[in-house]
């Protein structure tokens, strides 16, 4: 049952990002996050209440990190989907594994450098092969050259899946210092009021567009927080670490739904290179997630919920 309930998390972050994609068209990036984590407040709060769990908290400044980087991450998400097919710009989102993987690797490199006292870490050569290959997928969805008309949004969706890994990181951090799920998301769609607030008042706001464009800035909002709760429960009926290992590799399915609504719905042109680099990044971030877990590099089951559903 976990299982469907993950694949319907991958489903609506899917959708999501089709809505997202078609409020661009009416709207800025920086007012989409701000209606997004507006409607994603809205809908913790009442989740919140009726569960019982007070929104104060002891970590505001682990909070207010988490949502800085969270936000960020986020913004170069949508930008990116929008600015390039729906199948592409949601890849780098799922890269989040790969760069925590990289992390990894970075700090036990770090202990094999000249004049290092302590003691050195072991190197796993099978997860730096993973990164190797899923970067290898992401030169291919880039294909870096001269008349690359997605340049600019294809480095944005790139810095979007390091900030995600970060955020991910912190959101462990607040899991172990025992914040339940909904506060962590609550505080994080307060960050994205207020980013894409300030934004917003920076740069001015779009011209109305009319109800109907407006409306479309509503299912983002529900999508998302939709998407949340399947992914938490998922994660919570995932009682053994196999079945929780299952579960966070099936997210990927969501780049297959991305994919078909790339083809059918907005009908963008995707050449052999870019979904063999989405392949790629796929195979390699599954690869990871399986061998940090080996490791026992992952967070802890009860902390993996919301390192994943708080990063969209």
């Keep these: 049952m976990q299982a ?7 489903f609506l972050f899917a959708t999501m990002g089709v809505f997202v994609k078609y409020a661009s068209a009416s709207f800025t990036t920086a007012e989409v996050v701000f209606y997004r984590g507006i409607i994603g407040m ?8 009726r569960q019982g769990i007070g929104l104060a908290t002891r970590h505001p400044v682990m909070h207010g990190w988490r949502s800085l980087v969270g936000v960020l991450a986020m913004s170069g998400w949508f930008y990116a989907v929008t600015k390039m097919p729906l199948a592409t710009g949601m890849t780098f989102n799922y890269m989040s594994s790969l760069w925590i993987a990289s992390f990894l690797v ?10 290092y006292a302590g003691p050195r870490r072991s190197l796993n050569i099978a997860l730096l092969g993973a990164i190797v290959l899923g970067f290898v997928g992401v030169l291919l969805m880039l294909r870096p050259n001269i008349a690359q008309p997605h340049g600019l949004a294809g480095v944005i969706g790139l810095s979007s899946g390091v900030l995600t890994a970060m955020a991910y990181m912190q959101v462990s951090a607040l899991a172990r210092a025992g914040e339940p799920e909904s506060r962590t998301v609550f505080y994080f769609c307060l960050g994205c009021a ?20 407006s409306l479309l800035l ?6 998302a927080a939709g998407g949340q709760l399947c992914m938490t429960r998922a994660y919570s009926l ?15 399915t969501g780049l297959i739904f991305a994919s078909l609504y790339s083809l059918v719905w907005f009908d963008d042109a995707i ?21 940090r877990t080996r490791e026992k590099a992952l967070a802890t089951p009860a902390a993996v919920p919301a390192s994943v559903v708080a990063g969209r």
């Design 4 to 10: 469907l309930w993950m694949v319907a998390a991958a």
């Design 42 to 49: 809205a809908i913790v709060w009442w989740l919140a209440r």
């Design 106 to 115: 970075a700090g036990a490199l770090w202990t094999w450098r000249p004049g």
């Design 194 to 213: 207020v980013g894409g607030g300030a934004v917003m008042l920076g740069w001015g706001v779009s011209p109305w567009p009319g109800l109907g464009p």
């Design 218 to 223: 509503l299912p983002v909002g529900i999508l």
């Design 238 to 252: 995932a009682q053994t670490p196999r079945a929780t290992l299952v579960v966070a590799n099936l997210q990927y």
């Design 271 to 291: 050449p052999w290179q870019g979904w063999a680099g989405m392949a790629l990044v796929a195979t390699s971030g599954i690869a990871a997630t399986v061998l």
